[in-house]
């Protein structure tokens, strides 16, 4: 189908000039250069700023919208896999790490959600819940289905993972100890 083909170019397109700053960006940060992001972003503000010229462009030319919609759909399937992709690729993060991560995938989730693919940004913001935990051991709770209804909870309702992609996902953080994420993620 085009429309496949169509979103796989853009999204290669788009993600060639995200993938550099992406990966030069550290986020083993501390509280100090976090707060420094705030007033510099590393890269997801300008990102979404030329991807929205380009879906402009897109709106604008394409006046079927059920098409048009099935594009941008399949444009932010290829991209929220590219940067899940990129998150695993030689990254650590620290707490304030994750909390940076946190933001930078609100910025593409509120830049794709107005054009209503919400759904999937699901797995990519499970697995940074998983990095914001602050002990290796609530990654078992967050899957338990005594955790009170939070947007979080209900993200992770609908994303699984086995306990072996909890724990590479938990030993992403640089300040979680190897064998106490061994010993701690066990469900």
């Not at 402009?56 to 399949?74: G, K, N, P």
């Not at 609100?106 to 797995?123: D, G, I, K, N, P």
């Not at 078992?140 to 209900?154: C, I, K, Q, W, Y």
Request: aromatic share 10%; proline share 2%; net charge negative.
């Amino acid at each position: 189908e085009w429309t496949t083909r169509t979103a796989h170019i853009v999204s290669q397109n788009w993600m060639q000039r995200v993938s550099d700053r992406f990966l030069t960006t550290s986020y083993a940060i501390d509280e100090k250069q976090f707060y420094q992001f705030d007033l510099a972003d590393p890269w997801a503000l300008a990102a979404t700023q030329g991807w929205g010229h380009s879906l402009d462009f897109i709106d604008h030319h394409m006046t079927h919208a059920s098409t048009r919609d099935r594009l941008v759909y399949e444009i932010c399937v290829k991209i929220v896999k590219a940067i899940e992709d990129l998150v695993f690729a030689k990254k650590q993060y620290s707490g304030f790490g994750a909390l940076q991560l946190d933001k930078d995938v609100r910025v593409l989730r509120q830049f794709f959600t107005e054009r209503t693919v919400r759904e999937v940004f699901s797995r990519i913001s499970a697995i940074v819940t998983l990095l914001l935990i602050d002990r290796p051991a609530e990654a078992n709770d967050l899957f338990a289905s005594h955790v009170p209804s939070t947007e979080a909870s209900a993200t992770l309702s609908t994303v699984s993972f086995t306990v072996d992609e909890k724990r590479r996902i938990v030993g992403l953080r640089v300040d979680f100890d190897p064998q106490v994420i061994v010993n701690s993620v066990t469900m």
